[in-house]
């Protein structure tokens, strides 16, 4: 059958411009979400390996906060986590100028049954106000083939001799404060020690089975002594550094 002559076939007029343009939209959006589909699929890439390029230099287990199941000799070296970590810039805002011999780290490395890892480090820093300070940490870890529980129930009788000792050392204890919120068992002192010479705040605490000391010594340099609340708040922003890094390396 014959089609009448008087109707064009096809489609035109306004219906072609709108399936044109139509098309040409649909197709430039198609473009702009595989580009954009692109760019994230490279940057998670390089972000992912970002990450994993730091975790591996910190010896810290990649994407995950558990703790490893092992720990590479050198792993909990602390004195140097203060000294390179990203975190521990309030530290090396008051100039720190390492005065220990360097010497003291002792760790005798993976399969040893009864595995300690340990250091004692000083630097000279300057508080607030400039004058200078000494700020001391010493630290025991225990990350012996034992359970997890078992290092932590030394760990915890190790934090209970050292709290004895520490009362000790003052000439007179003004202050003492359990800081439950910055580790698993924490508490610090503050007072005058030294004959009478300087004032003293000490930091103990413990995470996991790590036992850690932070000591920060004041010389008088006037008749009073400094307002604790000084190096109460250099530890405070120190101690989370410490505190991570045992919770993330210690093995389970």
């Known amino acids: 059958m ?100 360097g010497g003291n780290y002792s760790d005798p490395g993976p399969g040893v049954e009864d595995r300690s890892v340990q250091d004692d480090c000083t630097w000279e820093v300057y508080g607030p106000g400039g004058e ?46 359990s800081m439950v919120d910055m580790a698993d068992e924490s508490i610090s002192f503050y007072g005058v020690a030294g004959g009478g010479e300087k004032s003293l705040y000490i930091f103990l605490g413990r995470t996991r089975s790590g036992v850690f000391r932070i000591d920060v010594e004041i010389p008088f340099y006037s008749s009073e002594p400094i307002d604790e609340n000084e190096p109460r708040t250099l530890v405070r922003k120190v101690v989370p550094v410490i505190d991570m890094r045992l919770e993330r390396v210690l093995p389970a």
């Open 2 to 101: 014959s089609k009448d002559r008087g109707v064009k076939e096809g489609v035109h007029g306004f219906k072609a411009f709108l399936i044109v343009v139509g098309s040409g939209v649909l197709a430039a959006l198609l473009v702009v979400g595989l580009i954009v589909a692109l760019v994230k699929t490279v940057g998670a890439a390089l972000s992912g390996g970002s990450s994993s390029s730091v975790a591996n230099q910190e010896g810290i287990p990649p994407g995950t906060w558990e703790p490893a199941p092992s720990m590479e000799e050198g792993a909990l070296n602390l004195c140097r986590s203060l000294e390179t970590s990203g975190q521990a810039g309030a530290f090396r805002e008051m100039g720190p100028v390492r005065v220990d011999s």
């Open 132 to 177: 200078k300070w000494t700020f001391s940490l010493s630290y025991e870890a225990l990350a012996g083939s034992g359970s997890d529980e078992q290092r932590i129930a030394e760990a915890t009788d190790l934090f209970s001799q050292e709290e004895s000792s520490v009362r000790g050392v003052f000439d007179s204890l003004f202050s003492e404060e």
